[in-house]
């Protein structure tokens, strides 16, 4: 009796952590798949993007929200990689969705965005649209999309800059659409 009760809670958290891990490594996600229209709010720092836009370019999608200290810590690598490599045709589009309410207010999201130097375009996505298309579920969250519009990458929190910038410039090397 007791061994089967044993047996039994054991497979259930087997089953649990299988189902959790496989979320983690992105089961059912966005991946190998056509990135989502960035639709959504107002646009900051530039006119919306639409897919043909973005055709012919790499994109890294951003999601992040101003209040977030992990968000604040990535901040400087999305920075960089805009500078370093916009010229090789890399666009870099961050999402604003908010967290807290105070983070809604479009005025906030402006003043932040000019205070910190962020020349990349942003779209603020209070209703978390875009997030949903994304089926994203973390802040921060980066999107590598390659030259086709397939979402090829995607990394959760800080961390792993060194692998973001090597998948970066692989996705900058492959052939595809011109540059423009």
Not at 74 to 99: M, N, Q
Not at 107 to 125: G, S
Not at 128 to 134: E, G, M
Request: a positive charge.
């Amino acid at each position: 009796m007791r061994q089967g009760r044993f047996a039994l809670a054991l497979a259930v958290l087997v089953i649990a952590l299988t189902a959790v891990g496989a979320r983690a490594a992105g089961a059912g996600s966005i991946l190998g798949k056509s990135m989502p229209a960035l639709e959504g709010g107002p646009w900051i720092n530039h006119a919306p993007l639409t897919a043909p836009d973005l055709r012919g370019r790499v994109v890294l999608v951003v999601f992040w929200t101003y209040g977030c200290y992990n968000c604040r810590h990535v901040e400087p690598y999305i920075k960089a990689w805009d500078r370093r490599y916009r010229t090789e045709g890399l666009v870099v589009v961050g999402v604003h969705s908010p967290e807290f309410a105070h983070e809604r207010e479009p005025a906030k999201v402006r003043d932040y965005v000019r205070e910190h130097d962020i020349a990349y375009p942003v779209v603020l996505d209070n209703d978390f649209a875009i997030w949903k298309r994304f089926d994203n579920h973390y802040w921060p969250t980066r999107y590598l999309i390659d030259r086709q519009g397939i979402v090829r990458y995607r990394h959760i929190g800080e961390g792993g800059y060194a692998r973001t910038e090597h998948r970066l410039r692989g996705l900058l090397a492959e052939g595809g659409l011109p540059n423009r």
